[in-house]
C-alpha cells in the first residue's frame, strides 16, 4: 500500500437485543463458517454473539428458534440459555465495500503467527468468536481467549473446553482488508 493510500477506520458493529426477541434478518447477520454447521441435532445456522457476564465478555452463539432469538453462552463449566442470558449484541455484517474489511474464518495457528497479513482476529478483551470441533465431529460456535489459549463452547448442553495446541485447527473470525472500499 502507497503512502498516499487512505486508511479506513474499521469498527465491527453489534446490534442490542434480548434472547427471545423476534429473530432479525439473518442476511445482515454473521453466519460461523457462512454455512449451517454440524450438531447433534443435525444441521443448524449460527450467528455470532456476545454476552457479559460480571463485566467479562463472552463469546457464543445465536439461532433462530421459531422465529425467535435462542442463544448460548459458556463460561467456566456453565452453559448460559434461555432466560438466564437476558441481554446480548450480535454481530452485523456491514457491506464490504462501504466498511474496508470482510469477515473471514481463520485457523488459531495462522491467527498465532506475528508476520505481515491482511487479516486479524475479531476480539475483545483477547475474546474471539471460534469455531470448535468435537471428536465426533460436531461444530460448535464459541469462544477463544487468544492471550491464555484456550476455547470453549456448548455441545448438547455439555460445556466443552480446549487448551493450547488442541486449538491449532479450530476456527476463529477474523477482519480481513479490503482495499477496493469506496472512501467517503
Request: some cysteine; charged content about 25%.
Amino acid at each position: 500500500m502507497s503512502a498516499e493510500a487512505k486508511i479506513s477506520l474499521n469498527i465491527s458493529e453489534w446490534a442490542d437485543y434480548k434472547a427471545g426477541d423476534e429473530f432479525p434478518d439473518p442476511k445482515k447477520l454473521v453466519v460461523a463458517f457462512d454455512r449451517p454447521l454440524r450438531t447433534p441435532f443435525g444441521s443448524q445456522e449460527q450467528y455470532v454473539a456476545l454476552w457479559y457476564r460480571h463485566g467479562h465478555p463472552i463469546m457464543g452463539r445465536v439461532w433462530s428458534c421459531n422465529g425467535r432469538i435462542a442463544a448460548s453462552f459458556s463460561d467456566g463449566d456453565k452453559e448460559f440459555t434461555g432466560k438466564s442470558v437476558g441481554s446480548l449484541q450480535i454481530l452485523v455484517r456491514p457491506p464490504k465495500d462501504q466498511s474496508g474489511f470482510a469477515y473471514c474464518w481463520k485457523t488459531f495457528a495462522s491467527v498465532a503467527k506475528y508476520d505481515n497479513k491482511d487479516y486479524h482476529p475479531v476480539h475483545i478483551n483477547f475474546v474471539t468468536p471460534c469455531i470448535l470441533v468435537t471428536p465426533e465431529g460436531y461444530e460448535s460456535l464459541g469462544g477463544a481467549n487468544i492471550k491464555e489459549e484456550y476455547a470453549q463452547s456448548t455441545v448438547a448442553g455439555n460445556v466443552i473446553r480446549y487448551v493450547g495446541r488442541e486449538l491449532e485447527n479450530f476456527n476463529v473470525l477474523c477482519r480481513k482488508i479490503c482495499h477496493d472500499t469506496m472512501q467517503i
